[in-house]
């Protein structure tokens, strides 16, 4: 079946650093990936969504690329803030509905000023 | 627009108790969904409906009931709650079954039930 592996937290970083969080995954034929994103105390927002292979998906300064050979659409930011501290969830999408999703474990950031 | 809301925010049940959580969407938005959120395991679907008086089942959906009988409503009902059933409870919506591709999905800001 469908899965997704997400980089495992906590990750702390200082205000202005680059982030990278990683996420693979395994699906049968060509799904659908997002990055979902949660702040505290508030429900999942979509933050960024690739639908095929090099498409890359990008949002308030966070970027990430549909990687086919790899499996692979890793979230990263070049310089993050305070504001940046949430949980982060990959996704995925194999029916071709962005609704049935499969999702990553998550990982929390904090940013530290 | 509120978009979409969740009562109780947190609930404490015993075993063998029933209960109902509540998902409201004020978007007219015809899919709607129920997720779980288990520590070190993501989100899970657990129903999922495309408009009113359909449902069907996700994956993990027993010892859940969903019905649909308004666009607006969609409610999560626990028979018989076990401890297994602690977790952090997300509803969803949507708003087209024909833009599928494009589709982006609303939570809510989540229900902590807890079964002792």
């Known amino acids: 079946g469908d899965s997704v592996t997400q980089m495992e937290g906590p990750v702390t970083l200082s205000e202005e650093a680059f982030l990278t969080i990683n996420c693979t995954y395994t699906a049968t034929g060509y799904p659908s990936l997002f990055w979902y994103v949660q702040y505290p105390g508030e429900g999942l927002q979509l933050l960024l969504k690739?639908?095929?292979?090099?498409d890359k998906g990008s949002n308030k300064g966070f970027e990430a690329t549909y990687r086919k050979e790899t499996t692979s659409f890793h979230l990263e930011k070049g310089s993050v803030q305070v504001s940046d501290s949430a949980v982060y969830f990959c996704a995925l999408s194999s029916s071709g509905s962005a609704r049935q999703l499969t999702f990553g474990s998550g990982t929390q950031l904090t940013v530290l000023p | 627009n509120a978009g979409v809301t969740q009562t109780p925010k947190f609930q404490v049940l015993k075993t063998g108790q029933s209960m109902t959580l509540q998902c409201a969407q004020d978007?007219?938005?015809?899919?709607m969904s129920w997720y779980r959120q288990d520590p070190g395991m993501g989100l899970r679907l657990i129903h999922y409906?495309?408009?009113?008086?359909?449902?069907d089942q996700g994956e993990v959906p027993n010892g859940y009931n969903v019905s649909r009988s308004t666009t607006e409503d969609f409610p999560l009902r626990l028979l018989s709650a076990a401890p297994s059933q602690t977790s952090v409870y997300f509803c969803?919506?949507?708003?087209?079954?024909?833009?599928?591709?494009?589709?982006?999905?609303?939570f809510g800001p989540g229900t902590r039930l807890t079964v002792l």
């Open positions: 409906s495309v408009g009113a008086g359909i449902t």
């Open positions: 969803a919506s949507s708003f087209s079954r024909t833009s599928e591709l494009t589709d982006t999905q609303y």
């Open positions: 978007m007219n938005h015809e899919y």
């Open positions: 690739a639908t095929k292979a090099d």
